[in-house]
């Protein structure tokens, strides 16, 4: 099963994650809050940007049938960026987020939209 697909964040976005180049990103294409704006971003050019079709996820290289790993997901809540991990089980999708090593971090659970 392709890990290319839509998935709901559960917190009201949905994600597109793409191929770009050898990697994989994912952007936001949906939120409950579509003309919410970057403004947590340290690149203050991006504080007048709205959030949908920021990459959430980039650089993402498949290790594994079905793990990506060496990636970094953005919380743009924070406008921090962390390490990330991601693994497809079905139709769910755990991205885990981390500083340092991935034994201290966040696991959140997306589902597959179709």
Known sequence: MSIINKWDTGQGGII???QAGDKLAGKLVQSQ???RLDTKNPDASKHTQTLIGTDILRGFKQTDNDTWEDGKVYDPTSGK????????????LKVRGFVGMALLGKTVEWKRTA
């Open 33 to 35: 809050e579509p003309d």
């Open 16 to 18: 597109e994650i793409y």
């Open 81 to 92: 960026s962390y390490s990330a991990k991601l693994t497809l089980k079905g139709d769910t």
